[in-house]
């Protein structure tokens, strides 16, 4: 590309490409800790990290809150829907250009207008979609993952797969097979279901058995029908406890994999965490991610974070070091994200109205996790928490411990080893030392 915009009209102007400048810059719009090609733990910055943008949140999201009017007027707003969805467009991939990230990703009604009839959305959302490949194609910007909003239009008001009015559910499919094919159209990396009206508002009116039931049939048959048009990548499901319903099915890592493997789609589905879903059903980032990984299921990452006052999802851009940290440990130590990435499931605050603070909110974003990058590979190198870490299991690794992880004992044999030790020693577990040289290694 040889301009920073496409089209005919610049919708950031006087904000030039993003580059990276040290930690010892003060422009504001510039990177301190997040330059692409330099290599760490084998690979580049920009190849660990996959960053993506999330068009609902970035293009999208106006300011207005449960309380309040928009407050954000967009320059690529239109009276005529189309045009706004391509304007849009427009300026969304000036801003992923001008950001220098390779990744976005999108549900279908963020890109493209609804209509009022099932042909119309599928006309609209078509259309849009062979506006973007040939955006795509002039910046070789990649799409991530993209997933159907099937939570937002009144008609999913009791869920959308586990609606219990076989109408509602037919209608989702309306939905998540355009997106499929759309996907395809786009060589989508990933293809995502949050069940954002997968749950419940009050378990007297609700059967759970069969909207789960009903919830795992969807999602094999949108499987079959994504492999059927071409689609090679991993299905992601995305967890959250609740919000909007009081409770959501796909509750957490640990009740999504179960999920998934209760019903035999472990080989085609993986999970994508969001920091800020974690947080809402009291694990922590970094507890979330470490189940995807113990399980193989780590497929990408919502990167943002919540505001630990609040009980709600405050999708923040990210700026915790400590929990960066944590969760790059976990992303280094299972190998790297492959088709995932880290996307930002984030948005401005409802009062950062400024041009330039959705810039200033990515370069945030994505300094962060590049400095946790390079804290974490610091950590993982050096290796003393991690050999604190391994000394603490050591006494499975010869004898009678040996033996019981491998299964070799039954529970009398236990009995027996137990009965001959008796009261066993104490053994500290070192969680102020170790914490004490995760600081020494951020700070010093
Ligand atoms: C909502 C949320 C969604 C998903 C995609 O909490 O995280 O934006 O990431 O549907
Ligand atoms: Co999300």
């Not at 000036?94 to 976005?104: M, S």
């Amino acid at each position: 590309m040889t301009k920073a915009f496409i089209g005919d009209k610049e919708y950031f102007p006087g904000i030039g490409m993003i580059g990276f400048e040290g930690k010892g810059s003060d422009n504001p719009l510039a990177f301190k800790f997040y330059d692409p090609d330099k290599i760490v733990a084998g690979k580049t910055m920009r190849d660990h990290m996959r960053f993506a943008i999330a068009y609902w949140h970035s293009f999208c999201a106006d300011g207005a809150d449960p309380f309040g009017r928009p407050t954000m007027i967009f320059p690529w707003s239109d009276q005529d829907p189309m045009t706004a969805a391509l304007k849009k467009a427009d300026a969304a991939f000036e801003f992923f250009t001008k950001i220098g990230v390779d990744h976005y990703c999108f549900h279908d009604t963020d890109v493209s207008p609804e209509g009022d009839s099932v042909s119309e959305y599928e006309k609209n959302f078509h259309q849009v979609a062979l506006a973007l490949k040939e955006r795509q194609d002039a910046t070789g910007v990649k799409l991530l993952w993209n997933t159907a909003n099937v939570f937002s239009n009144p008609r999913y008001m009791n869920g959308a797969a586990t609606n219990p009015d076989f109408d509602v559910v037919s209608r989702v499919a309306v939905q998540v097979k355009n997106s499929l094919d759309v996907n395809v159209l786009l060589g989508g990396e990933n293809y995502v279901f949050w069940g954002g009206r997968e749950g419940y508002m009050d378990l007297w009116n609700t059967d759970m058995k069969i909207e789960t039931e009903n919830l795992a049939r969807f999602l094999t048959m949108a499987r079959d029908y994504g492999r059927k048009v071409g689609f090679t990548g991993p299905f992601l499901i995305e967890p959250k406890p609740m919000e909007p319903t009081k409770h959501q099915y796909d509750y957490d890592a640990a009740t999504s994999i179960g999920f998934v493997r209760q019903h035999g789609l472990e080989k085609d589905f993986k999970i994508n965490i969001e920091s800020n879903h974690a947080t809402l059903a009291g694990h922590t980032f970094a507890h979330d991610l470490q189940v995807c990984a113990d399980n193989g299921m780590l497929g990408s990452i919502d990167a943002n974070q919540g505001d630990y006052q609040n009980g709600w999802d405050t999708d923040e851009f990210p700026s915790n070091i400590y929990d960066a940290v944590e969760a790059m440990m976990v992303v280094l130590n299972s190998g790297g994200l492959t088709t995932g990435g880290l996307n930002f499931d984030a948005k401005l605050r409802r009062n950062s109205t400024d041009a330039e603070d959705l810039f200033l909110a990515h370069i945030g974003g994505m300094d962060t996790f590049a400095l946790a990058l390079t804290m974490a590979d610091k950590i993982i190198t050096d290796g003393k928490i991690s050999g604190m870490k391994d000394a603490r299991y050591d006494s499975f690794s010869s004898g009678n411990g040996l033996a019981f992880s491998q299964g070799k004992l039954s529970l009398e044999e236990l009995y027996a080893i137990g009965k001959d030790i008796g009261e066993p020693a104490k053994i500290s577990g070192k969680q102020e030392k170790i914490r004490n040289l995760v600081n020494q290694y951020l700070f010093s």
